[in-house]
């Protein structure tokens, strides 16, 4: 299976590039072939520019990278903080730019954009990984937990990916080495449990 990876944290050495590292460790070794992006060091530029946003736009090559491995991807594997119930600008971005109409979703044909999506990805599978340093309770008793809202309907859902598996390790600043250890074995069941072994 091809699976598609994405890490965006702007620091070397956090918690979320260790989950990365875990997840690309464990799909690697199913016999999967990984292509991954950590968008900050590969510093992608999420600004999306006017002649992008129609269908017929024109890319630059690294959008027309990205296009190609997602609409050819089995699985994919998008790793982030939870930074305001929201992903981390760089990521916003990936997405505006890379799940375009015509690689991700379609509109029917007359309707003229105003009806339901039709997603378009071959992905039947995602898995999403967070960090973040407010308690899970209280993420969802105060807040609503955007996150899950937002890869699990308004992104994935509308872009044909039917199972969805989210998983947010909290509280990171104050987490012990071992409980890191215990999330960071988690995230390698929980991609080997969603991409079975490809031999």
Excluded at 28 to 40: P, Q, R
Excluded at 43 to 68: K, M
Excluded at 72 to 100: C, E, F, S, T
Aim: with cysteine; net charge negative.
């Amino acid at each position: 299976m091809n699976i598609l990876l994405i890490l965006a944290h702007p620091t070397p050495g956090s918690f979320n590039h260790a989950i990365a590292a875990a997840a690309r460790e464990a799909l690697i070794g199913a016999g999967h072939e990984v292509w991954f992006h950590d968008l900050y060091a590969e510093s992608f530029d999420p600004i999306l520019p006017t002649a992008e946003i129609s269908q017929e736009g024109p890319v630059t090559g690294v959008i027309q990278q990205h296009c190609q491995q997602l609409a050819a991807a089995d699985g994919i594997v998008i790793v982030h903080p939870n930074w305001w119930g929201m992903p981390p600008a760089i990521l916003k971005g990936w997405v505006d730019r890379v799940l375009r109409p015509g690689v991700a979703y379609m509109f029917l044909e007359g309707d003229s954009g105003e009806g339901v999506p039709v997603g378009l990805l071959k992905a039947r599978a995602a898995a999403v990984f967070n960090t973040a340093n407010t308690p899970p309770g209280r993420e969802v008793a105060v807040f609503g937990d955007p996150l899950e809202t937002l890869w699990k309907n308004c992104i994935f859902g509308l872009c044909g990916v039917t199972r969805v598996y989210r998983r947010t390790f909290a509280v990171v600043v104050t987490s012990t080495p071992e409980e890191r250890r215990v999330w960071l074995t988690e995230v390698h069941q929980a991609v080997t449990q969603l991409f079975p072994d490809a031999s």
